[in-house]
């Protein structure tokens, strides 16, 4: 029955694409682990925006009090810069009475540095919702960025009942009163680059800074240490970014070309087909096309380039919000319902990891299969089912992802 729903939307969608198939041309986004443009900017744009993004802050900069990386790129940095990373950030909270996620005095994030051991943050005792997110992969971002929100809540629309994701509308900080549908980080938490590297420059690094175009500013304070003021440990004036190194991490993850694949073997092919025949790809979606160029995005502050529109993605991910029973109790922008609810991970690039899950506490590609569930408990049981050579081609096929 599978195969018949296939045909049934690829002739649906033909018939549908048709006519604006004519008027537009749709491509392959670029891809490829070489740190080349993938043409939203010029080549040396791209590189002087590249040092930047990898550039490590120092204390006369701003760096900290309390922070969990001196630069972005010591956080993505696997294959190449803007890649995944060897950094985990930790988080923390505690239930009310009602079961309604609370976060640690001063915020969830329990940063793991601090520049004065008096303000080194810890996890209190009281907070008993605990959890480690990895470093996510930023390469071909600008493209996910590009994704127009009718497309994700058309996927969403069209999900069977039991894999349907949840949409999060979430704040964009560069035009103030603005939302979009979230589609980065772990919780959907932000839904533009810009706002995406406002939150990790203060959160991340310490280095309050003001994101370009918003009128309110919630990345230019400084985070308290447990709730305590580390005003006394700070010596740079805030913000301290005015706003251009913000501007250039966005423009340099807008201009990444997206994760290559591997080689594709006959087992590969094989694998894809049962992938989808088992409904991995009913949240793990293969094809995603991006707006077309000319679009205005983020509330008006964007318009999607020729490089980065009608481009088809292969992210492997929806990035909606489902629960698959690996939910951490963490509520991030998006309500108590997403306490346990995930973005479904892009595979995309998923041979150059070795942790994986929101935790980065499984370690191999079937270990990560069999834990999912309550969404993706169907999908998990059917690869339990399938026979050692289908397994076998199945693990080929993420392997090449």
């Excluded at 080349?36 to 009090?65: C, M, R, V, W, Y």
Aim: aromatic share 6%; charged share 15%.
């Amino acid at each position: 029955m599978k195969s018949l729903k296939f045909l049934a939307v690829a002739a649906a969608a033909a018939f549908s694409l048709a006519p604006v198939a004519r008027m537009q041309t749709v491509t392959e986004a670029p891809a490829g682990f070489d740190n080349l443009t993938n043409g939203h900017t010029d080549q040396a744009t791209f590189d002087a925006n590249k040092d930047i993004f990898a550039e490590s802050e120092t204390i006369a900069d701003g760096l900290g009090p309390i922070f969990n990386a001196t630069s972005c790129g010591a956080c993505h940095v696997n294959p190449v810069t803007g890649g995944i990373g060897p950094v985990n950030e930790f988080r923390a909270g505690h239930r009310d009475a009602n079961g309604n996620f609370v976060a640690s005095v001063g915020g969830s994030l329990i940063h793991s540095n601090a520049i004065d051991a008096a303000i080194q943050e810890e996890v209190l005792d009281t907070e008993n919702v605990r959890t480690f997110r990895t470093t996510t992969n930023t390469l071909g971002n600008g493209f996910v960025e590009a994704i127009a929100n009718q497309t994700l809540i058309n996927i969403s629309n069209g999900q069977p009942a039991q894999f349907r994701g949840s949409i999060a509308n979430v704040p964009l900080v560069e035009v103030t009163g603005a939302t979009r549908v979230g589609r980065f980080g772990w919780k959907c938490q932000q839904a533009s680059l810009l706002s995406f590297a406002g939150d990790a420059y203060v959160n991340e690094m310490g280095i309050t800074n003001n994101v370009p175009g918003g009128t309110t500013q919630p990345f230019a304070v400084e985070d308290p240490s447990n709730g305590r003021s580390v005003a006394a440990f700070d010596t740079v004036a805030d913000p301290e970014d005015d706003g251009d190194d913000v501007q250039a991490f966005a423009d340099f993850m807008r201009a990444t070309k997206v994760p290559p694949r591997g080689p594709i073997t006959a087992a590969v092919t094989r694998g894809n087909g049962i992938f989808n025949a088992i409904d991995c790809d009913e949240c793990h979606r293969n094809n995603i096309t991006t707006a077309a160029p000319g679009t205005v995005i983020n509330g008006g502050a964007l318009t999607v380039s020729a490089a980065l529109g009608n481009k088809v993605i292969h992210p492997f991910s929806d990035f909606l919000l489902h629960n698959i029973g690996s939910g951490d109790g963490i509520v991030q922008n998006a309500g108590q319902g997403s306490a346990n609810q995930l973005r479904t991970a892009p595979l995309w690039g998923l041979r150059t990891l070795n942790r994986m899950f929101h935790d980065g506490l499984t370690f191999t590609n079937t270990d990560a299969i069999l834990r999912h569930a309550g969404q993706a408990t169907g999908p998990a049981n059917a690869f339990r089912n399938l026979s050692a050579a289908q397994k076998a081609d199945l693990i080929a096929f993420l392997r090449s992802l």
